[in-house]
């Protein structure tokens, strides 16, 4: 059973913005939950892109942001590159000291 | 800049048990806490665990019954061992530092990702 919602895919035109959402099934995502996204590109590993809901880790490109929308974690790509075109985790930190992942975000960029 | 390298087997039997290594440079194994993610072929990724050098660790609930995670100081390493596998349990396994905060920060994210290596579980 997904706990923590994705949306399975989007598609962005370059130059464009997106937002993807990362939601509980039960409950609202907050601050305290430290929401954290993670790019992946096929046949590599991840790579941190923003944690504790909108930090920038260090070297990531600033058309990325995190922020709360409502009862969701976002992720904001302003200004959409075509080697963004990835898939998209965000990771939920639970109680009980449990990390969740989403079911991940598949961007498109055309 | 920590590094850290995946070793083990690339085929398991059905059954038995798998045992990986990851060797961490560029830092000490003392520093940090360090996790296991993993991701089954074409899916998404699944938090294993977490340990501390000092013995801490937690593990996802799903796996707990499987799952033994160790670290090695002098050597710089820290190993999981997964028990009873089946073909389910196929997957990229990747060792990775797990960051936390502080009582007074809280804080909460991976970073220092290895490359990942393939499990299949198959007779």
């Known amino acids: 059973q997904t706990v923590v919602i994705q949306e399975p895919s989007f598609s962005v035109s370059p130059g464009g913005t997106v937002t993807i959402t990362c939601g509980l099934r039960y409950g609202s995502v907050s601050t305290t939950y430290y929401p954290g996204w993670y790019q992946q590109t096929p046949g590599q590993a991840p790579r941190t892109l923003i944690y504790n809901t909108n930090i920038p880790y260090s070297g990531v490109p600033d058309r990325f942001s995190g922020s709360i929308l409502g009862n969701k974690a976002a992720l904001t790509i302003t200004g959409a590159q075509a080697d963004d075109e990835s898939d998209y985790y965000c990771?939920?930190?639970?109680?009980?000291?449990?990390?969740?992942f989403g079911g991940g975000t598949r961007l498109t960029v055309l | 800049q920590v590094q850290l390298q995946e070793s083990g087997p690339g085929l398991v039997k059905p059954s038995e048990t798998l045992s990986l290594t990851c060797t961490v440079s560029g830092g000490s194994i003392r520093s940090s806490y360090w996790s296991w993610i993993r991701q089954p072929p074409g899916k998404g990724l699944e938090w294993i665990g977490y340990?501390?050098?000092?013995?801490?660790?937690n593990c996802n609930p799903s796996l707990k019954s499987r799952v033994t995670m160790s670290v090695d100081t002098s050597s710089n390493q820290f190993s999981l061992k997964l028990t009873s596998l089946t073909a389910a349990d196929t997957a990229v396994y990747f060792c990775?530092?797990?960051?936390?905060?502080?009582?007074?920060?809280?804080?909460?994210?991976?970073?220092?990702w290895g490359q990942g290596t393939l499990v299949t579980v198959s007779s």
């Open positions: 990775v530092r797990e960051i936390f905060g502080t009582a007074e920060a809280g804080s909460h994210y991976f970073d220092n």
């Open positions: 340990m501390y050098f000092r013995g801490n660790t």
């Open positions: 990771v939920l930190y639970m109680s009980g000291g449990i990390s969740v």
